[in-house]
């Protein structure tokens, strides 16, 4: 037997371990895929009905007796006027043949309770509608939106049923009449949490995830670029550099909560900076994103080629000329992805955050770094302790608008590598 | 460049601790996440309907809470803290040690524990003791003062009465202060119900609390997370299943689970606002009586919290899940109020 036989014979069984091996990687990539796409049905599907609202739409008489005040009052009394009253009346027209105590409560819970507010405003807007009859689309309760929207089964026996027959009759006239009806819900994008499911929001989450990123990244970007291209550039190779190397490497395998307790103790209880802001947020994320910014720097900088700085400096430019002008935007593509990726893991991060007092119910959408504010993930956990059933959709909701953030970043990240990237 | 952008940093960072040291314009609250819910939803409507800023509620559980409250009387401090309990001798005593030298307290009602499984499954109807045998660690045998480790693993087993269905129940961890009342209030309750165990409670405290308060460790009492939405959607796929919640969870989703009877009570609102349902706690806030003055809005919030459409019989809380108090309790709350009474335990 020579050679050629021997390999011969041993050719099958090669051929077939290479095709157990890509059949078993095939079936690695599809799992993976399915896990995905069933975490995304699920999460897109229970998501779906929140942006969607439900209104009901009511004919209130704003009289000028009834409320106490009139076009030319202060805005003060226009403020503090009794609105609730108008549309409590307005539902006992439609159903004059409630009388009972209990059961007018339960009639007056088909709107929200912000549509008081929402008269309020209306009418502070439109001093005008004083003294007439308007119709106005109210929000409706989140068990309204619950039997609009299916998600409380109309068919299931009165005592399983969390809206009792009397109220889903009043419903079931209101729907015949055409005075229910579903709208985009921009709310959820245009105001900041609540208690009451169908008036929560998502605004203050995302404005207060932008300004603990936004310090996050003015933060840490310069310092790690700059260690980054101490490191690579003008360090001495010595042991006390080896020693920081390995530092570096470290911390970047240390689990964030530890950040956080950092953060508590340094910056709140020592430099006594305010608790749930976004800059103390801020500054405990960057010192998470410090060391991964700076080893991405570190080999997007080692990547670049040595000819390339030893051509500068053989034209007479100094190290710092070759670096900045040479060096560093060759490597800035590569710089910039490991930033973006930085960004990306603290925006998703909680448990640093939950130290510092960040997971809190604020209402008030942050205008500044200062401002007590709370960002995405943790109001996703907040949401998801709620007992209320209209929040299980909300939920569902922010994880959507986290997920899209996440993917747009890294699509950047994508782009801006794509589109700078140099072939040496 | 860069140091521009170095120095204006350092500098937005000092502003940003001046500012918080100038004073707040909001009131902070912090502590217990059973109060959160309540507290939560006076505070948004106070902020919608006053010209105030919407006080931050924080969610750090009672003791945390009062770890934060009690650390100073600067503005940097909460303002408020929720509790699921009493404040306690050591914490009060901390409180006046950092000089919080006067506090309020404010009982806001009552929140049931609910012992529940999924709609269609058996009905339960269990007593203290049931519990108390179902899931000690170790239980006394017919001989007095003998303590075995709980063979039971069928609740048929513990009370002939019972369905003949394996013991698993889901309940929150021990770090949670639901956790705490119903080991407290349920298992206690059954454990005292065997004389010889109630008399070491003068003899010897501490074992007295081994033995009523250590839940088992094989597998029949499962830690299910602080979530109790969680607990839930656990119990309709394992309708052999309990689970230990909150009441505002079983009233929210009445059409999923059905709570078992305690000691013949049906845990619903009238029979827990009565007292008849044995497994329920009182919730408080305390007030630092020194920032009510300090920050804007602070009376005005107590005056919200403790109004009659708040807190009262048919006040909004209690459509958020609060047993309400009743109307001597009430009265006397809301004096102490009004009149900023001092903490004295």
């Not at chain 2, 009905?123 to 108390?132: A, I, N, P, S």
Request: charged share 25%; hydrophobic share 45%; glycine share 8%.
């Amino acid at each position: 037997m020579n050679n050629t036989d021997l390999v011969k014979k041993s050719l099958q069984k090669r051929y077939l371990k290479e095709r157990i091996f890509k059949t078993m990687g095939f079936v690695s990539i599809a799992t993976a895929i399915l896990f995905l796409l069933i975490l995304l049905t699920d999460i897109i599907g229970k998501a779906l009905p929140a942006f969607s609202q439900t209104n009901i739409e009511l004919q209130v008489e704003l009289s000028e007796e009834q409320l106490g005040i009139n076009a030319n009052s202060s805005e003060d009394d226009i403020r503090n006027a009794d609105y609730r009253k108008v549309i409590r009346e307005a539902l006992l027209g439609l159903f004059p043949d409630v009388t009972k105590r209990k059961e007018k409560r339960e009639l007056y819970s088909l709107t929200s309770m912000g549509a008081e507010f929402q008269l309020r405003d209306t009418v502070i807007e439109n001093p005008e509608f004083l003294g007439t009859t308007q119709t106005i689309n109210f929000l409706a309760d989140d068990d309204v939106a619950g039997v609009v929207k299916g998600n409380i089964d109309r068919n299931l026996p009165e005592s399983d049923r969390r809206v009792k027959n009397q109220k889903l009759g009043w419903i079931e006239t209101l729907e015949a009449n055409g005075q229910i009806n579903t709208t985009f819900n921009w709310q959820f994008f245009s105001s900041g949490d609540s208690r009451e499911p169908e008036m929560a929001g998502i605004k203050g989450a995302i404005l207060g995830s932008f300004f603990t990123l936004l310090v996050t990244l003015a933060l840490s970007f310069p310092i790690a670029v700059a260690a980054a291209i101490y490191l690579e550039e003008f360090a001495p190779k010595n042991r006390f550099i080896d020693f920081i190397e390995i530092n570096i490497n470290n911390l970047a395998a240390v689990p964030s909560i530890v950040f956080g307790l950092l953060g508590l103790a340094v910056f709140i209880n020592f430099f006594s900076m305010p608790r749930s802001a976004p800059v103390v947020g801020g500054i405990v994320l960057s010192l998470m994103t410090l060391p991964t910014i700076i080893i991405a720097s570190r080999s997007a900088i080692k990547a670049v080629p040595p000819s390339l700085r030893e051509a500068a400096l053989g034209l007479g430019a100094s190290k710092m000329q070759t670096v900045f002008h040479h060096v560093l935007p060759a490597a800035l593509p590569g710089i910039l992805t490991g930033t973006i990726i930085g960004m990306a893991q603290a925006l998703g991060e909680t448990a640093p955050l939950l130290m510092i007092g960040m997971v809190a119910f604020i209402v008030d959408i942050p205008q500044s770094v200062v401002d007590p504010s709370t960002v995405l993930p943790i109001q996703v956990f907040l949401w998801a302790d709620s007992p209320e059933r209209g929040f299980l959709e909300k939920t569902s909701a922010a994880i959507m608008v986290l997920l899209f953030f996440l993917i747009a970043m890294n699509a950047i990240a994508i782009y801006l590598r794509k589109k700078f990237e140099k072939k040496w | 460049m860069k140091r521009l952008k170095k120095i204006s940093l350092v500098a937005s960072l000092i502003a940003a601790s001046q500012i918080q040291a100038a004073g707040r314009d909001y009131i902070s609250v912090v502590g217990s996440s059973t109060v959160y819910p309540f507290s939560t939803v006076v505070a948004e409507r106070f902020g919608k309907s006053t010209t105030f800023k919407t006080p931050k509620i924080e969610s750090t559980g009672t003791g945390g809470g009062m770890k934060l409250f009690c650390k100073g009387n600067g503005v940097d401090t909460a303002d408020i803290t929720n509790a699921s309990r009493r404040i306690k001798e050591s914490e009060l005593k901390m409180c006046h040690d950092n000089g919080v030298n006067e506090v309020v307290e404010v009982l806001i009602g009552y929140d049931g524990i609910v012992v529940a499984n999924d709609i269609n499954s058996h009905e339960f109807k269990l007593t203290r003791k049931d519990l108390f045998l179902a899931l000690a660690k170790e239980i006394p045998t017919e001989k007095e003062g003998e303590l075995v480790a709980n063979p039971h693993t069928m609740w048929n087993e513990v009370n002939a009465e019972l369905p003949a269905v394996k013991i698993e129940v889901l309940g929150p961890p021990p770090t949670s202060g639901t956790r705490d009342a119903f080991v407290e209030l349920a298992m206690e309750g059954g454990c005292k119900k065997f004389p010889w165990i109630k008399e070491t409670k003068s003899a010897d405290k501490s074992k007295y609390k081994s033995i009523c308060h250590t839940i088992r460790e094989d597998g029949a009492y499962i830690e299910a997370g602080e979530n109790d939405n969680l607990i839930i959607q656990k119990l309709q796929k394992n309708p052999d299943a309990l689970g230990i919640f909150g009441f505002s969870f079983l009233d929210q989703n009445s059409d999923l689970v059905k709570g078992s009877t305690v000691d013949g009570a049906e845990p619903e609102f009238e029979t827990i606002a009565s007292g008849e349902y044995p497994v329920s706690r009182p919730l408080f806030f305390y007030v630092k009586k020194a920032h009510v003055s300090e920050i804007p809005g602070m009376k005005e919030f107590l005056n919200e919290f403790t109004s009659e459409k708040a807190m009262g019989e048919e006040g909004y809380l209690t459509d958020k899940g609060l047993i309400p108090l009743d109307a001597d309790k009430y009265m006397k709350v809301k004096e102490n109020v009004m009149n900023l009474k001092n903490l004295e335990l």
